[in-house]
């Protein structure tokens, strides 16, 4: 059964796309942390970030460094974290996270739901700054 990330990227699921390549895609996290938290992904369905060979690896995190640049610029935050948790989704996957040292910012306890409106609307500004 493919994971919920692969249909996703197949367009089964909708999703706030943010980027995708012949290798990975970007997409808003529906619960995020903080606005602009999005989630990037290789379209190859592999569950353990690192099952990922070295030559996937290096290439979701490079995809990953353009989409944080575009979502640092687009919320201002002073920098974007990264996360790789993997328990709720079993497809290895990315969190990027705009942060400025709050306390608690990276507790995943936090996760709210966001509006289709918010979604759409920062999916935008990302792209947009790409």
């Known amino acids: 059964m ?3 990330f692969t249909r996703i990227i197949k367009g089964e699921i ?10 990975h895609f970007a997409f808003l996290e529906i619960r995020p942390l903080k ?8 379209k190859a369905e592999t569950d353990y970030f690192f099952d990922l060979d070295d030559k996937a690896m290096a290439g979701l995190m490079a ?8 979502v640092k610029k ?9 996360v790789v948790y993997g328990l709720q989704v079993r497809h290895a996957h990315v969190h990027l996270i705009p942060v400025d040292g ?3 910012e990276l507790d995943f306890r936090n996760q709210r ?7 759409t609307e920062t999916a935008e500004k990302i792209r947009t700054s790409l």
């Open 2 to 4: 493919s994971s919920i």
């Open 14 to 23: 909708p999703c706030h796309k943010i980027l995708e390549d012949d290798k």
């Open 35 to 42: 606005p602009g938290h999005t989630l990037v992904i290789p």
């Open 63 to 70: 995809f990953s460094k353009k989409i944080a640049a575009a």
């Open 74 to 82: 687009a919320t201002g935050a002073e920098k974007v974290a990264v």
């Open 102 to 104: 709050t306390p608690g």
């Open 113 to 119: 739901d966001a509006t289709q409106q918010q979604l």
